[in-house]
C-alpha cells in the first residue's frame, strides 16, 4: 500500500479519510442500452424523464469514477460558474475526458485534477 499523506498537495489543507469508495464502474453501459431501447418502445407517464436519465448514465458509464460539482467548486474560488457546455469543451479541447453526471446537475465527471480544473474554471472568467 501506497502511504497516505494527510496533507492536499493542491491547497496544503489537512485532509479526512473518507470510505468505502466504490471504485468499478458504477453502471453496465450494455444493460443500461438495452433498458433505453425498451422504454423507448412502451408508453408511461415518465418516459421522457427516464429516457433523459438513461441517456444521461449512459454516456457516464465509462467514465472517470469521481466528479467535482462546479458550482462548489467556483464558490471556493470566488469565480461565477460557467456554462457546463463551455467547461467540457474547453477540458476537451485541452485532451480531458469529461462528461456530465448524473448525480447532479451542477457537477461534471473529468480526467483533469483538480489543478487543471481550477485552471480552466479561472480561464474562462
Known sequence: LTPFSHICPNCKATLSVGGPLWCGPLFDKTFCEKMKS??????????????????????????????????SL??????PAPKMERIMEYLREHGFKTTRTHFCSTALR?????????????SLV
Open 38 to 71: 425498451e422504454a423507448e418502445k412502451r408508453q408511461f407517464g415518465t418516459k421522457r424523464r427516464v429516457i433523459r436519465l438513461l441517456n444521461r448514465i449512459i454516456e457516464e458509464a465509462e467514465g472517470p469514477p469521481l466528479y467535482y460539482d462546479i458550482h
Open 110 to 122: 473529468t480526467t483533469a485534477d483538480v489543478k487543471k480544473l481550477k485552471d480552466a474554471l479561472r
Open 74 to 79: 467556483c464558490d471556493k474560488l470566488s469565480l
